[in-house]
């Protein structure tokens, strides 16, 4: 695998400058980490000598090397396993010079999508994480190693794979300043409580501390990083510069998210949201603009960082760019609606009122199209979890879809049936609904063709039923 030579200050490419939403309030008296010294030719900002400054944590806040508030503002790829070609130094540029971006989290499933710790190519995806660390680094941005748990709801399933890892990536980056680790995204599962996540999160920040004293550590909550409340109520000692992540989708959490978060920050609870959005839970669905705006005002005020989801071209509304976006050459037209509501909230730049400088003639040629009945698409349904809550049963359910036909297939739609009566009580990437014992799943918007040759294998549904419920 390659390895990053570590020095004691590292050149970057541009330096980071305080949050501020355009629609909301200035971040009050958050400073950049670092400030941008003027070329005395030519008074433009003097970038080659710039560097990232190392960041700590005082109480809530996160704070530079000269104890002034920082707030960093930038973005998270999709799987890396999934969309490698996104960890990308031409796509880095351009979300450094035309989206704001400060932060690149580099987001590598464990368990889904030919994860870390179930068959992926470690080596490989060890060296996409080396790639995006020093391709982000290069273009003067820190860099948030993400061990993106989701199905594997429970962290401590892959406990030692993630001590093993941590040990390995901050012995490789120790002393760098850009490096930040987050050790387990969105927790999950009624057995899945905070003293869970607490004794894992103990247990892998005494990897990483061995090797680095002082780098930044994120530490996720149950609930999907929606129970902040809970770790403030029995917090992590001992375990130096650390902080609690939070995420939100603006679409599906509202008032009683924002005041958790509002609650844990009185109780000086430092908090980063290393994931959001504005559309449902499921990544998809109609962007809530309004409560998107409101969460960004509150992250202002009370100066807290945010990345957003996500640096990828798949067909899907909390994608940032649309299907079929070049990542050595990505521009302002292959923004989405999403991509360009985050660069107004980021820059203040209006996308829409912008012409475009860069080359946008170029088009996609159209494939011939199978309709799903013409060649059947192989179905492998996967009970990922189940677990008892207010009398009833929850079970999450895994789908795969394979078209091994030498054509693309379109407009599918797939019949699924259960032992029981269910309803839906969750789903994502797809248009999923309940009838009786059955479950109907189509693509809506996103996955409505899958190519010759192709798996898809990300979407899912979590049904509620008065017992436990199997596939028939």
Known sequence: MKHL???????????LCACASAAGPQAGDAKAAQSEPLNDTTGEPETESVTLSPLHVDGPRLMDDRNQPVVLQGYSTFGINYKPEFVNENTF??????MGSQVIRLAMYTADNNGYCTGGDQEQLEGLIDKGVQAAVAKGQY???????????????????????????SGKYAGNPAMIYELCNEPNGSDVTWPVVKSYAESVIQEIRANDKNALILVGTPQWDQAETEAGKDLLKDTGNMMYTVHFYAATHKDQQRQDLSTAYDQKLPMFVSEFGITEASGNGALDEQSGQTWIDLLDQDKISRVAWATSDKDEASSIFKPGTDPDSPSLSDLTEWGQWLRKAYTGKDTSEEKDSQDTSGSSEKTAELKSGDNELEVSLRQSNTWNSDGMVFTQFDLTLTNHSDQPVTGWSEVLNFTKEVSIDQSWNGD??????????KPGQYHATIQAGESVKDIGFIVKSDGMVEQK
Do not use: C, M
Not at 143 to 169: C, K, M, T
């Open 432 to 441: 999923i609904s309940a009838s009786g014992n059955t479950v109907t799943v």
């Open 5 to 15: 030579r570590i020095i004691a200050s590292f050149p970057l490419a541009a330096a």
């Open 93 to 98: 540029r351009f979300l450094k010079e035309e």
């Open 143 to 169: 860099v948030i190693i993400d061990w993106h748990i989701l199905s594997d709801g429970n962290p401590a399933q892959y406990q030692e794979q993630a001590r093993a890892f941590f040990g390995n990536v």
